[in-house]
């Protein structure tokens, strides 16, 4: 590991103009290449103190053993340099996209005498048209077969082309009218030039033309009764509309325009992009990177248009391109793309309207590949192996924890306070296993239900004590220990047998098996407050730590130093994993009991009135102002309501406070909407769910 300090320029020695720089490690290998508007600036950051570095940042300036840059005149120049450096050298801290397969695209290669369609995949080559990328081959080839009827260009290979004008014979395609057989000189190559450049022109989205001449000359052939040939171009048409029909429309202005859309975590990032082009979905493609250097999304953004675009000239790169983060600053990139273009593009972030709905539709493209990334990544034996390994070793572990348990403790500004529970076995979800708590608070010697509050650590002790305690009852009653469990143990544990293993199903009980390591979300205080509860209940054999979000840090108990684990380690993505499933588990749960509170009545309150009477009492009564308004003996007439039940209603009932009238918000007038009575203010909720975002945790 290098000290920076050993290689760190001069003072004066950096320029204070733009320019890009490169760090070397000791072999002479680049091993980060960057951009900079002031050079002096954004060198100097980063030789100062490595606690004050991002993590990966940090990484990079140990590794490397020497740093040089060169002076370029506007940020545009800058841009491009840094892109041809990127692809030249491949330097390992620097993020970089790449597919997971080879997308295919639809190519014409106007370079030639007799121009081809085929399916392309791979780099691009000069003098060929592309069009997409697709998912899939047979999309185009699909596409491609309903369009030869109209435009028919010639699809074979070199031999097959060859052989023909030898032998003097079309192949099948030229007899059965989807070639236009240039091969054996049905067509000069003039003619079949401006086949292949009408072709062009319609995947390019300039369709109504084309639609509108063929129209023409059907109703032309029809008039003068030449019906065959009007029905030939029937069947061109509705060929035409059926190749369109599998691109939809999306964008009624037929808009030109890629969206780039990103969706990330602490160790990786999946992009997706939509082509449009005439308003419709032409392409789709995406990738998964790792994140080895510290980049927010508007860096990834960046990155992501370097890659599609730093190849691409005219029409390869779009009038419009639609992101969510703007690069910082912003006009370099939209020059450079300018540049590459030829004419001005608009790069942009979608506000309202067809456009934010569509990058609404990528960005959960992004979302679903980033987890379908995960998935596919965890359900490989051997990298669970080597995951569970590698926590192994660096809590120093006497064995894998086949079973492991998270911790996550959700709450709304204090209220409806909840913990959750997840469990992963040989590195899998075992989503049978979750469970929930509602936390409990102490007033005096009796434990009581409360949702306020927000002193996450002493949450944390009570899901941890509270699970574990559960644990020793279950296992005091198989014989398997012999003390007396230390502290209460509360109401979720009464009236149950013993035993690990419910005799009646044969499936385990809740709590019945310990894990052999407990992970909590948080840092040092919460990691201490887990050990301390297991230390109470005399548990001695479980391990504990803790997973920060911030820096991805593993807290371990009486440990003034996190442990850090390589970003590439399968073991810290595994932590990290669970770690998401028991917020995401927390979170929703805590939602869930905020909205029955939010819904909930007066009726909702009384004791043994379940939803189906509730329901009985409205429609008899036919709102709650009425309701209050009866008498015991008219309560009584509902099915299946007695006396007694009559009574506790009208109590809770005239406890109640009644509900705010309805109020006309264009007259001011109060309406007389007696079914409005007692229900929950709209308001409140709406205030509530505004607050949610960005609180819930």
């Not at 491009?80 to 450096?85: F, G, P, T």
């Not at 995960?374 to 086949?402: C, G």
Request: glycine share 8%; with cysteine; net charge negative.
């Amino acid at each position: 590991m290098a000290d920076p300090s050993t290689y760190r320029p001069k003072p004066g020695q950096i320029p204070d103009s733009p320019g890009v720089y490169r760090f070397r490690d000791e072999h002479r290998r680049v091993i980060y290449v960057g951009k900079a508007k002031s050079l002096r600036q954004r060198l100097s950051s980063y030789f100062q103190d490595l606690a004050g570095l991002h993590p990966r940042t940090r990484t990079m300036v140990t590794t490397a053993a020497s740093v040089e840059w060169t002076v370029v005149s506007t940020e545009v120049e800058a841009l491009q340099l840094e892109y041809s450096w990127i692809k030249e050298f491949d330097p390992r801290f620097n993020v970089k996209y790449r597919d997971d397969k080879s997308y295919p695209s639809l190519a014409v290669t106007l370079s030639e005498e007799f121009p081809r369609v085929q399916v392309m995949r791979g780099p691009k080559r000069k003098g060929v048209r592309y069009f997409g990328p697709y998912a899939h081959a047979w999309a185009i080839r699909e596409t491609v077969d309903l369009m030869l009827r109209v435009f028919p260009v010639r699809t074979c290979s070199a031999g097959v082309f060859k052989r023909s004008a030898q032998i003097g014979r079309p192949c099948l395609l030229g007899y059965i009218g989807k070639c236009s057989a240039p091969c054996v000189g049905r067509v000069t190559p003039d003619e079949h030039r401006e086949l292949a450049e009408e072709f062009c022109d319609f995947m390019a989205g300039r369709t109504g033309t084309y639609l509108r001449r063929l129209e023409k000359q059907m109703h032309e052939a029809s008039e003068e009764m030449e019906y065959e040939k009007a029905a030939r171009l029937r069947d061109d048409t509705e060929a035409l509309r059926r190749a369109m029909e599998k691109n939809a429309v999306v964008l009624a202005d037929a808009t030109d325009a890629d969206l780039i859309a990103v969706a990330e975590d602490e160790l990786e990032a999946a992009v997706q992009i939509f082509h449009v082009r005439g308003g419709r979905v032409r392409g789709q493609r995406g990738w998964v990177t790792d994140k080895v250097e510290a980049v927010d999304t508007a860096g990834l953004v960046e990155h992501a248009l370097q890659q599609l675009y730093g190849e691409e000239t005219g029409e390869g790169v779009p009038r419009e391109v639609l992101v969510p983060a703007l690069p910082d600053p912003v006009e370099p990139v939209a020059q450079w793309l300018a540049e590459h273009r030829g004419s001005g593009v608009s790069l942009r972030i979608p506000q309202r309207g067809d456009k934010k709905d569509l990058m609404e539709t990528v960005q959960r493209n992004a979302q679903q590949a980033l987890g379908l990334h995960k998935t596919k990544r965890a359900s490989d034996l051997t990298t669970r192996s080597r995951a569970l390994e590698e926590i192994t070793e660096a809590l120093e572990l006497d064995s894998a924890p086949l079973r492991i348990e998270c911790y996550d403790i959700s709450h709304l500004q204090g209220q409806d306070v909840v913990g959750s529970m997840v469990v992963f076995e040989d590195g899998l979800a075992r989503k049978s296993e979750y469970r929930r708590f509602q936390i409990k608070g102490r007033v005096g010697d009796e434990q009581v239900w409360h949702g306020e509050g927000q002193d996450d650590v002493r949450s944390m002790h009570e899901v941890v004590s509270r699970r574990f305690r559960r644990y020793l009852l279950e296992k005091q009653k198989t014989g398997e220990w012999d003390e007396e469990p230390g502290g209460e143990v509360g109401p979720d544990t009464d009236g149950v047998p013993g035993g690990p293993v419910d005799p009646e199903t044969g499936r385990p009980r809740r709590f019945a098996y310990p894990p052999q390591l407990v992970v909590v979300d948080g840092g040092k205080p919460q990691v201490m407050a887990a050990q301390r509860a297991l230390d109470e209940l005399g548990i001695d054999d479980v391990a504990v730590c803790g997973l920060a979000k911030r820096l991805e840090e593993v807290w371990l108990p009486g440990q003034d130093d996190p442990v850090v684990l390589p970003r590439t380690s399968e073991g810290l993505y595994l932590l990290q994993r669970i770690r998401d499933e028991a917020h995401r588990f927390a979170i929703a749960y805590q939602r869930g009991k905020r909205g029955k509170r939010m819904k909930a009545g007066p009726l909702d309150s009384v004791p043994g009135l379940g939803e189906s009477r509730r329901q009985a009492l409205l429609k008899h009564f036919g709102s709650l102002k009425r309701l209050r308004a009866a008498t015991v003996e008219e309560i009584c007439e509902v099915p299946g309501v007695g006396r007694k039940t009559a009574l506790t209603i009208v109590a809770a009932l005239a406890g109640a406070a009644p509900g705010a009238p309805a109020v006309n918000t264009a007259t001011g007038e109060i309406i007389e909407d007696e079914s409005a009575d007692g229900i929950a203010a709209p308001a409140s909720a709406a205030s509530s769910s505004s607050s949610e975002q960005g609180q819930d945790r």
